[in-house]
């Protein structure tokens, strides 16, 4: 077992910079929705610029076109949304159009050390039996080359890494509703990191809050968290161990407590503390550790404990 980390260590990294990467949007050019139904026209332009997220909407009296895009980053996964949708009353009068002409944003998305990843596009699909389905594409490189269409992967060359040099993606759309209907179309883009870590419930809670492992863009390693408190409790003992040493904590009448993990190394978080990031580069791997979170109350609880397992 390999005792990478000291109790100061961890502290240290508790309170780490948050941002270990970053995704950002621009409109590269403006984007142009139109709704008409003969006696009224509506039109709206998304302008050329950096946005963290924009929301662009077109009504008249029998027509609706919209356009929203957002994105959002955390050390446990990066997402980039875009939605769609067009729609005419029943009935519209003749001529009665909502269009969101082809547009694109252009995302990029980097890591502040080369960190392998995995791709997970969720595309969904609410278009009414009888209108066009808007088409939401995905370019990654932005070389003019398709990767996933609607949802469904073109082509079987994907980036497997994010680095420091930021990575281009173009998302692309468009909507039109000439028919009474509707037409919306949604995909969400998540960047995870793919760090070659597995945990494995090892003992169970025995009170509510369990722990949650995630792999992180920190330093490939994992983010430790307590998933909830009871209001009362002040804090809560994280307890890092290189082996097993099982232990019934003492208990005031009730059923004790299965306490797991040798006590290496201990981590103390009160109310309010961000999640525990524990780094896994190459250099410590391959390794196993157990996490277990004890918690006072009437007598000491316990949290689930998990093994961990980075390869």
């Known amino acids: 077992m390999k005792p990478f980390l000291t109790a100061t260590g961890l502290l240290a990294l508790s309170a780490a910079p948050a941002a270990q990467g970053s995704v950002t949007m621009e409109v590269t050019a403006p984007i142009t929705i139109v709704c008409s139904d003969?006696?009224?026209?509506?039109?709206?332009?998304?302008?050329?610029?950096a946005t963290s997220s924009f929301c662009l909407s077109a009504v008249t009296p029998h027509s609706y076109a919209a356009v929203s895009a957002e994105t959002h980053y955390s050390d446990t996964g990066m997402r980039v949304t875009v939605g769609v949708r067009t729609d005419l009353g029943n009935p519209a009068p003749t001529g009665a159009i909502a269009v969101i002409a082809p547009a694109s944003v252009l995302v990029h998305l980097s890591c502040a050390t080369t960190t392998d990843v995995y791709w997970n596009p969720i595309f969904t699909d609410l278009t009414q039996a009888g209108s066009l389905q808007p088409g939401i594409d995905i370019d990654f490189g932005d070389d003019g080359v398709l990767e996933y269409v609607n949802g469904n992967q073109v082509s079987l060359t994907l980036p497997l890494s994010l680095e420091p040099q930021p990575l281009p993606v173009r998302i692309t759309f468009s909507s039109t509703a000439l028919t009474p209907g509707i037409a919306a179309?949604?995909?969400?883009?998540?960047?995870?990191?793919?760090?070659?870590?597995?945990?494995?419930?090892?003992?169970?809670?025995?009170?509510?809050?369990?722990?949650?492992?995630l792999p992180t863009f920190f330093d490939n390693g994992v983010r430790l968290k307590a998933s909830s408190f009871q209001p009362m409790m002040p804090w809560l003992a994280m307890v890092i161990g290189w082996d097993t040493a099982p232990v019934l904590l003492p208990s005031l009448g009730q059923s004790p407590c299965l306490f797991l993990p040798t006590p290496d190394v201990v981590v103390l978080q009160g109310l309010g503390i961000a999640p525990l990031d524990v780094p896994l580069p190459a250099a410590v791997r391959p390794v196993r550790f157990w996490v277990q979170g004890v918690i006072p109350d009437s007598q000491l609880l316990t949290t689930d404990c998990l093994r961990i397992d980075a390869w």
Do not use: D, K, R, Y
């Open 185 to 213: 179309s949604s995909l969400i883009l998540e960047a995870l990191p793919a760090t070659a870590i597995s945990s494995t419930l090892a003992a169970l809670s025995c009170t509510a809050p369990g722990i949650t492992a």
């Open 38 to 49: 003969g006696a009224t026209v509506s039109t709206e332009t998304q302008p050329v610029g």
